[in-house]
Every structure is written in C-alpha cells, then in structure tokens.
C-alpha cells in the first residue's frame, strides 16, 4: 500500500511539476499549507453528509484518478461511478482528514484517515493526493480506500522453556 501511494506521489510530481520556492519552506509555511488541505479535505467530506454532488465534483480534477476495481480514470469516470453513492437521504459512509502533509514545493499533498459507515463505526481508511492547481484551488488527483483488517490476532509465540536446573553440580574444571 505504501509502494502504491509513494508511486502515486512521484507520479503527480511530475505531472504537477511546479517551481520549487526560492527559499526552503519554514515549519510555519508546511503547517499553514496542511491546515489548508486538511480543510479542504474536511469540506469535500462534508459534501457527502450534505448531499452535496455538485459540490463534490468541484473538488475532483480533471485527471483524478480514484484507484479501484476498476479505477475509475478522468472527472467524467469518477463522477459517474459516485453519483450513486449521492440518492438517498442518508449518507452510506463518511470520512475524515487524519494525518495531512506537504511536499516544500507546496503543490502536492497527501491525506488520510478513517472512514465510518452510517452508524459510525470504522469501516476502512482512505489515502488521498491533492494538488494545488493554478487557479490556487486543491484537488483530488488520487483517491483510494482500504478495508481495515478484521485479521485475528495471531497467538503470541510461547516463551521457550528455562533449562531445568542440574540435581548435581557441574563437575569442575580439570577433574
């Protein structure tokens, strides 16, 4: 999973390819940026809740692609495949922006965190690339979900046995 996010990164990289800043980005900058994302990661969550699809697909890039079977490839792809999700009255899911960071050139970003189904409980997480467009908007380029693992637990091994102690003492050295 952690292969696929880094190649989706690189991936955006160069296709974002935007001009590193003149002077390494300060703390300060990094936190202002994820703050921003993470904001705009809780408002695309939000258009989910409100029923919102028109406002979803605002956040949606032309080239995004939501990974799946089968992924879903352009604005078009991805709208078509989530109106669905948008009838009813009631939300089927909802998510939340968890962990945000920030490349220093401050156009890409990556977000996740835990998605819930509709009676709260956690169901998944989600993985999401943003990238800053030019019109200085973030939008989704990559998005993809993983169920949470119900694995059991695997039994801890046993501690090996201690050496019984010798009913006789060791016989000296030499003897």
């Not at 952690?2 to 001009?19: D, E, F, K, Q, Y």
């Not at 989910?48 to 990974?67: G, H, I, L, S, Y």
Request: hydrophobic fraction near 45%; include cysteine; aromatic fraction near 10%.
């Amino acid at each position: 999973m952690i292969r696929s996010l880094l190649a989706a990164l690189v991936l955006a990289t160069a296709l974002a390819s935007p001009a590193l800043p003149a002077s390494p980005p300060t703390p300060a900058m990094l936190a202002a940026q994820a703050d921003e994302v993470r904001a705009t990661e809780a408002a695309f969550a939000r258009t989910m809740a409100d029923r919102d699809f028109a406002a979803f697909a605002r956040f949606v890039a032309p080239d995004a692609v939501f990974v799946g079977e089968p992924a879903l490839r352009g604005v078009a792809a991805v709208l078509a495949g989530w109106k669905p999700l948008f009838e009813g009255p009631r939300a089927a899911f909802s998510w939340e922006p968890g962990t945000v960071e920030v490349l220093g050139s401050g156009g890409l970003a990556m977000s996740y965190g835990p998605v819930f189904n509709a009676k709260g409980e956690r169901t998944s997480t989600f993985y999401s690339i943003w990238r800053r467009e030019r019109d200085g908007h973030w939008r989704i380029i990559f998005d993809h979900g993983c169920q949470s693992c119900r694995c059991a637990s695997a039994p801890a091994p046993a501690p090996a046995p201690a050496p019984a102690p010798s009913p006789e003492p060791a016989p000296a050295p030499g003897s």
